[in-house]
Each structure stands twice: as C-alpha cells, then as structure tokens.
C-alpha cells in the first residue's frame, strides 16, 4: 500500500506540473492575442486619423459615390461647405441632385468610364440655393466593403475660369485695335456709364493727360453739336437691335480744330442676356480730307504703338521648314536679345535662336492660318539665355508676298510670369494632397522630391537633421532617373557637417532659404578642391540651386534642395516656391512625428497601467488562491505519509476542485 500511494504522489506531482506547463503555455498565447488586438487598434486609429485629416482639411470637394445609383454615402466638409446642405441631408442626395441639368445627359458614360479607370473631366455643379459653378472632376471606382464606390476629388474652378475669360477679353480688345488701326480703344459700363479710354484718345479727344479720369459726358463735350445727336442715337440702336455700334463723326479737338473720327463698338451682355459694356475703336479719318496732315499723325501713333509695345509685333513669310522675318518691332530685337543696330529683317528664325520645336509649333499654326483664313492663337515655349519663356501667340495670314512664298502677321506676349503663377499653384496642390496622405515621412518627402523634379528642377535632394546632429538624405529625384543613385552616392561619400560654413549646413543653422547662381558657388574648401566630388556633381547636371529649410514650431527639421535644370535659372520667385514647399513639408513631418510621440506615449501609459492592474490582482486574488492550493496539497502529502488514504483521495478530489478554480481564476486575469 504504502508503494501504491508513493505512486499516486509521484503521479500527482506530475500532472501538477503539467497543469502549471499547460498555464504558462497559455499564458503566452493570452498575450500573443493582446498584443495582436493592440496592432491592429494602432492601424485602425492611423488609417482613421489619416482619413480624418486627408478628408477636413482638404480644400477639394470629396465625395463617395455608390456606383450602382449614384447615392452620395459620404463627404468632406469642404462639400458641405460647397453645396450648402447640411451633412446629413447631402447623403441624402444623388450626385445626379448635384449636377446642372444640362450636363446629366454625360453622367452615365462618366461614371461607368470613372468606375473602369478613373476619369478626368470638367463639368457644372449646383448649390442648394440653384446658383451653379465649374468643376474639375478626377473620379475612380473602388471597393469599399461589400460595396462599389466612385471616389470623386471635385475643385471648383470658378476663378480659373473668371481668368481665362478675362484673358479672352483682353485678347478681343487687342484685335479690336488691331483691325481698326491701333489708333485707340475705350470701354464704357452701359449699366454705371463707368468710362475707361486707351492713352491714345486721351490725344485724339484732347482731353489732356492720360492720369485724368475719363468719362462718357466729357466725351460728349468734344462730339462737334451738329452730330452729338446723331452719336447717341447710334449707341442706343446698338443696344435695341443687337448689332455692333458703327458711327463717323466730327470731333472738336480744343488744340487742333476739327477731326474726323471713324469709332467701332460692340455690345457684350451677361449671362442674364443683358446689355452690359460697350467696347470699341476709334481712329482719325482725317485724312480723307486732309491726306497728307493726317497721314502723318496716323502713322506717328502705330510708329508710337509700334516701338513701344511690350507686345512682340511683326510680318513674316514662311517657308518649308523655318520662318522668314521681314519686319519686327523693337520688342521683338529684345526679345532676341538683338543689339539696338542689329536687325531681324531678312533673318530665318533659326539663325535667330528659336527651338526647333517652336519653329515647327508655328509653320503648323501658320499654316492653320492660310487654310481657314482666320487668326490663329497658340501658345508655345522659347528657350533663352535665362531660361524658357512661355509666348501667347496669334497669327494671321496675309497673302502671298514678291517671292512667292505667304505672308503672316503675329502678335506675340510673353506669359512666362503668369505661366510660372500657374505653375507653382499646381505644385503647390499637388504638394498639399501628397503631404495629408496616409504616408509615412519617407515615403512623402520621397514623393515631393518627385514634384520638384516633374515642375521646375533637374533634381531634388530632401535632407532630415537627427537627433544626434547628423544630416541624412532622404529622399532623392532626378529627371533621369537612372542618375538617382548618384545623389546617394554623393551623400554617403561626402556625408554633409552641419559646422559646414556653406550651402546645406548654412540654412540648417539659419533657417533661411538660399539662391545659388551656379552648381558649384559656395562650395567649401575641401569640396571645390576635390576633382572626385565636382566630377560627380557635374555628372548630376544642373545649372542654378535652391536651398530652403524645413521650418516647423521654430525648429529646422531639414532641408529640401532644387537644382534648376541646364538652360533654366532660378529667380526670387522660384526661391519663394521652394519655400512654400518647404514650409508644408515641414508640418507635415512634424505632424507625424507629433501623432507618432502621442502614440507612443499612449501605448506605454495604457501598458503601464495594465502591468499595475495585473499586479494588484495577482497579490489580492491569485497569491492567496495558489496559498490555499499549496496548503491543500500539503496536507494530501501528510495524509498519504501518515496512511490515511481515504481521507487523502477525499480531499484530493478537493485539491482539483481548488486547482480547477484557480486556473479558471488565472485564465479571467491573463
């Protein structure tokens, strides 16, 4: 017997033993489990605050789309600012409720084209109140869940619009003064009689110098009486019967006796179809009584407009494969960068420096021109010396000249600041989605190095400072991409010192933005005097450099580095650009990293308070529970030492009721 109970004691140790293995082994795997749920918590919060970001600070309208009917299921507060619906009666609508009437007709195509592959497109919206505006939309379809969903960016383009038509206006002003001899034009507000004159009738009425306010009455004045009726009675039949405004009358000029003037207008109305501003020409017809005296003036006025215009004006023939300039006017010599004796007449405009592809832009809307008989305008980028320059151009076809081959006029005007404006607020856009995506930093200053590069420069190098002082690229662009690399390169075998005195170092001790003339200015000592470091630079190409500091809270974060393209040189307004993008690259990191130290500092707050909780439980129910076990298996040990055997299977049976309690007790805990 005493055998047999030695047995069931060396048995009970056992699967005691195993019972505290089986306790531990799932102990680990209760933890395992909290640890998992936690990652997946961190990854929810991200992707939420991410959303929550992207979604309220956007300035673009955005919408989900259910694809199936068009039901709005979700939208950011720039749409609900954009509508005017509050947000729960915006998801009650269609996107078809959202649309000007007259578009719904494409919404079908668009959508199913959005939901195959993504579309690009401009369409009208309308607002709760039924006033309507201009859109671009960029549309892609997605599963969401278990449902098909269109994502639609929407940007209301109301002021580009309002721009390209005041452009427009400009442009029909221009013409105006073309074909009526440049003599001068006007504009009058048929509803505040408001009156704007070109300098040139300031002349012909004279009125007196051009920094008087002109007005419709004081034009009256000068109107000879005998046919100060016959004038107002012109206007007003414009007006009555939509036709363009024709009048030849005498003008009494205070200096010069009595002119004879030819005036042209037209009537543009609003969209409400209503008269709303006359815009003419007038021009001295003088000279069909008095030839010679005016002859005379009318050419000393296009001589002035002539020489003086900002305007690149000029004639021209054309021939097979390049442009023939017969006469230019001095804008045009500087243009070229002509000296004041040099002349373009007689000249191919290849000898002239144009691009070729310029030249072929040109025969091809020259020719345009000649087909349909109508003026063409374009738009065409000239390099230069200081970089390219973006040209407005119109042309018109005159007939065949002496040798055979036909003749043009063009205007042309340089665009290049407003080009440049255009530019750097599409930059700037596409920087602001980039930076309030769901990225980490590398991966968006990675991407902003990329806009940089597709905008305005030959290559990006984004700089971070550490902890410890040391300056480590992070991101690198180059138009070619194969020469990426040699960014890296140059960074890991010439590591910048932020005691350097120049260039990178120096706007990361200063914090202000730097313009350099040339690839190789203000290069220390120990690099301009390296062959293996200026030939490695050169092989990166380049011409003029940008560096402007990551400026976020007071603290220089790092550095973003432009280095303008071969032929293109950087100006204070591209530093400002670079700036800007530097500015926002810099909230976004700190935004991160701010989001990421909270994070941090949450998850090992709520660790710490787990420990303690689990600390506590453990000394005020586990301790006592495995006490009362131990004291229970002991007291089995002394009754099969002393021969009790019955009474030691009795309160072994209670042994694993209290074993089976425990576990149950550890299990609720861990």
């Known amino acids: 017997m005493p055998r047999q109970l030695g047995q069931r004691h060396r048995d009970l140790r056992a699967h005691h033993q195993r019972l505290k293995t089986q306790m531990g082994a799932l102990q680990q795997e209760i933890a395992a489990c909290k640890e998992e749920a936690e990652r997946l918590r961190r990854a929810m919060d991200t992707a939420q605050m991410s959303y929550w970001l992207l979604s309220e600070n956007a300035r673009d309208i955005v919408l989900f789309i259910r694809a199936s009917d068009g039901r709005i299921v979700e939208a950011n507060a720039a749409a609900v600012a954009a509508y005017g619906y509050d947000y729960p009666t915006l998801l009650t609508k269609t996107i078809s409720d959202l649309r000007e009437p007259a578009t719904l007709n494409a919404l079908p195509e668009q959508m199913q084209q959005a939901d195959a592959g993504g579309i690009l497109f401009e369409t009208r919206h309308r607002r709760s109140d039924g006033s309507i505006f201009p859109v671009e939309v960029s549309a892609r379809g997605a599963d969401v869940g278990e449902e098909r969903l269109l994502l639609s960016i929407i940007r209301d383009i109301t002021e580009r619009k309002q721009a390209e038509a005041a452009l427009r206006r400009g442009q029909e002003r221009l013409q105006m003064v073309l074909r009526a001899g440049r003599m001068g034009w006007w504009e009058r507000d048929l509803r505040t009689n408001e009156t704007t004159w070109s300098d040139t009738l300031y002349d012909l009425l004279g009125q007196g110098a051009p920094g008087n306010r002109p007005s419709y009455e004081q034009f009256l004045q000068r109107v000879h009486p005998d046919d100060r009726q016959k004038v107002q009675d012109r206007v007003r039949r414009a007006i009555d019967e939509r036709g363009e405004y024709s009048a030849e009358y005498r003008l009494v000029h205070p200096n010069s006796g009595v002119r004879w003037v030819l005036e042209k207008g037209r009537i543009f109305y609003d969209p409400a179809d209503h008269s709303q501003r006359l815009v003419g020409v007038s021009f001295d017809l003088t000279q069909r009584k008095w030839v010679e005296e005016g002859l005379r003036e009318s ?25 023939l300039h017969l006469y230019d006017n001095p804008a045009t010599h500087r243009f070229y960068g002509l000296p004041a004796a040099e002349s373009t007449t007689g000249r191919w405009a290849s000898s002239l420096g144009m691009p070729p592809a310029a030249i072929r832009e040109g025969l091809s809307r020259f020719r345009e021109s000649e087909l349909s008989g109508q003026p063409v305008k374009f738009e065409y980028v000239h390099d230069s010396p200081s970089g ?80 410890d ?27 910048l010192d932020l005691t350097a005195p120049t260039r990178t170092p120096e706007v990361l001790r200063t914090g202000e933005g730097r313009l350099y003339a040339g690839l190789f200015e203000a290069l220390p000592p120990d690099r301009s005097q390296d062959p293996a470091y200026r030939r490695l630079l050169a092989q990166l190409g380049g011409q003029t450099i940008i560096i402007a500091p990551l400026v976020a809270r007071e603290r220089v974060l790092g550095s973003i580095t432009c280095v303008s393209r071969p032929g293109q040189r950087y100006n204070r307004e591209d530093l400002a650009l670079v700036e800007e993008l530097a500015r926002r690259a ?10 990421e130290a909270e994070q941090q500092a949450r998850q090992e707050a709520e660790e710490t308070a787990e420990r303690s909780r689990l600390d506590r439980d453990l000394r005020e129910t586990v301790v006592p529970a495995l006490e009362n076990l131990n004291m229970r298996i002991e007291r089995v040990q002394s009754l099969l030492d002393s021969g009790q055997t019955d009474a030691a299977q009795v309160n072994l049976r209670e042994l694993k009721q209290v074993a089976a309690e425990t576990y149950s007790l550890l299990s609720k805990l861990l």
């Open 586 to 595: 810099a909230l976004a990191v700190d935004n991160v990293r701010l989001y």
């Open 299 to 323: 050419e000393a006025i296009l001589r002035s407009f002539y020489d003086n215009t900002t305007l690149l004006l000029g004639l021209v023939e054309i021939g097979e494969d390049d442009i």
């Open 388 to 467: 390219p320059r973006w040209l407005a151009a119109t042309v018109v076809v005159i007939g065949p000249g002496f040798s055979g081959r036909t003749r043009f006029c063009y205007v042309a005007e340089d665009v290049t600041e407003r080009k440049q404006v255009e530019i750097g607020q599409q930059v700037l856009a596409e920087a602001g989605r980039l930076l309030a995506m769901s990225l980490s930093v590398t991966d968006r200053l990675a991407e902003l190095a990329e806009i940089g590069v597709k905008a305005i420069a030959e290559w990006c190098a984004v700089n971070l400072v550490e902890a």
């Open 469 to 495: 002082g040391t300056i480590r690229l992070v991101a690198a662009a180059h138009r070619e991409p194969g020469k990426t690399a040699l960014i890296h390169e140059l960074a890991e075998r010439y590591p």
